[in-house]
């Protein structure tokens, strides 16, 4: 227990002493506090600002005197499916002849139906061998020789996403795989312009391929697709910021306020009931405000000058009554055996039951044949005929003119 509890304060202690600042004293005796991240670092006087860290050296071949072969050999083999194996006999002596230029040998088993890369005595690259397994991948995904031997160049990578797993529902999953693809392959053309990449939809996986930020946009665009945001949204994101871009002055800006923020428009089943019973709300109140002792409008005619009173009343809208959220579930319905038990159905024989069963059958016939019989005799009935009129109503007619005319 003494060893432990000595350990324990001594770890303590030098937790504490790392904590604190370590002072340093210069040859003139002035002490100067450093900072703990920094106590251990030294001049760099080869470091100058005009070294551009983030720039990738050109790693080319040795000369052959300089050239030392690997100690071990690495290998990678991988499974393709049985249709692309014509396709992959076809243009295995390319893939051969582009893999031997950087030192690679390559096998295509047909019998297992496998793929395999190994480094060889004059491979000089140590990651090239990973370059080629990224090519066998894409190949057996359905990707073209010309397009998957680009992998093999240094600022390309590629990226294999599964969608397999991400949707349940099989229907589903296929709209949202073609939500990807867009018409005629259009919105998958966006994705490929704004991303700089190369993108292929194969079964259950995503092929692509680019430099490795359009390959982290163009994952996120896949797995939001799949989890019902349409790319829409990602490819005008990606349009904004393209813009965006081109603008120096907003390089150490933030770009969160031209960036547009979609919202989601499912709601949920409380959020709904609340917005029902705000919209209620709203109606109780306009329809209380309504003055009750209004007085009803009028209006004059010039010519006459008679007032005509419109003594019509105003419908005023009737208030819904407010719904309240209940977390209980509405009352059941009376099922079909419930309501023969309470007609006394459900005690009657069998043949009983046919009989009703075959009367109510007959009584329905009965009033469709009448309706439809009704329908058919409407056609037969002939239209009201207009009778011309007679020398003694037109000689009445004349007179009643005359009278009208000298009142």
Not at 20 to 28: F, L, M, R
Not at 65 to 89: D, Q
Not at 248 to 271: G, V
Request: hydrophobic residues 30%; positive net charge.
């Amino acid at each position: 227990m003494s060893a432990e509890a000595s350990s324990s304060g001594i770890s303590k202690k030098s937790k504490k002493n790392k904590s604190k600042a370590v002072e340093a004293s210069n040859g003139d005796g002035d002490v100067q506090e450093v900072d703990k991240n920094k106590r251990h670092r030294k001049d760099k006087p080869w470091d100058t600002d005009d070294i551009d860290h983030w720039a990738i050296p050109q790693f080319t071949a040795p000369s052959a005197t300089e050239h030392k072969p690997f100690l071990e050999e690495s290998s990678f083999a991988l499974l393709f499916p049985k249709y692309r194996e014509p396709y992959l006999r076809s243009i295995w002596s390319n893939i051969t002849s582009e893999l031997d230029k950087y030192g690679l040998a390559c096998e295509l088993d047909l019998v297992q139906g496998q793929m395999t890369v190994k480094t060889t005595r004059k491979t000089w690259d140590p990651y090239i061998v990973l370059k080629g397994r990224d090519l066998l991948k894409l190949l057996a995904r359905g990707v073209n020789a010309p397009q998957a031997i680009k992998i093999l160049q240094d600022g390309i990578a590629c990226d294999i996403i599964k969608i397999g797993g991400l949707v349940r529902n099989k229907e589903r999953f296929v709209k949202r795989r073609q939500r990807l693809v867009g018409p005629n392959g259009s919105t998958l053309k966006a994705i490929e312009l704004l991303t700089e990449c190369y993108v292929l939809v194969q079964g259950n996986t995503v092929s692509a391929m680019g430099t490795f930020k359009g390959l982290k946009e163009v994952r996120r665009i896949i797995i939001d697709c799949m989890n019902n945001i349409h790319p829409i949204y990602r490819i005008k994101e990606l349009m904004i910021r393209r813009e965006l871009a081109k603008d120096p002055k907003l390089a150490n800006e933030s770009w969160d306020r031209f960036l547009p923020k979609f919202q989601k428009k499912h709601l949920s089943t409380s959020e709904k009931t609340a917005k029902k019973n705000a919209l209620l709300d709203r109606q109780a109140e306009s329809s209380s405000t309504l003055n009750p002792n209004s007085i009803p409008v009028t209006s004059t005619s010039t010519t006459t000058g008679t007032t005509v009173v419109d003594d019509k009343p105003k419908r005023t809208p009737f208030p819904s009554k407010k719904k309240t959220y209940t977390p209980f579930p509405p009352p059941q319905q009376p099922s079909k055996l419930d309501l023969q038990l309470a007609s006394g159905e459900y005690f009657l024989k069998p043949r009983e039951k046919e009989a009703m069963e075959k009367r109510k059958k007959a009584e329905k016939q009965m009033e469709v044949s009448a309706q439809r019989k009704a329908e058919r005799e409407e056609a037969f009935i002939a239209p009201p005929e207009k009778r011309e009129e007679g020398v003694e109503e037109r000689r009445k007619k004349r007179k009643r003119a005359k009278a009208e005319d000298l009142m």
